[in-house]
């Protein structure tokens, strides 16, 4: 199991508007920040979807906290 606030740190590098959710854009960005520069739209929206439990194209921190806890 995650920790929470590390989890919560996580999603905060991501979400880097703060608006509460990780955009395929946002999720994209952060990984070339990380040094993942092969990320691409494609990966990023797939990355997305597969964690996004309700189909709004977009990752809230539960559904981020969820993914991590499977």
Wanted: glycine share 6%; net charge negative.
């Amino acid at each position: 199991m995650a920790d929470i606030e590390s989890a919560r740190a996580t999603f905060d590098k991501f979400d880097v508007n703060g608006d509460g959710f990780i955009t395929a854009d946002e999720y994209s960005a952060a990984m070339r920040a990380m040094g993942d520069a092969y990320v691409s739209p494609a990966v990023a929206d797939s990355v997305v979807a597969s964690k996004d439990a309700n189909g709004d194209k977009l990752l809230s921190f539960d559904e981020f906290w969820a993914s991590l806890n499977k």
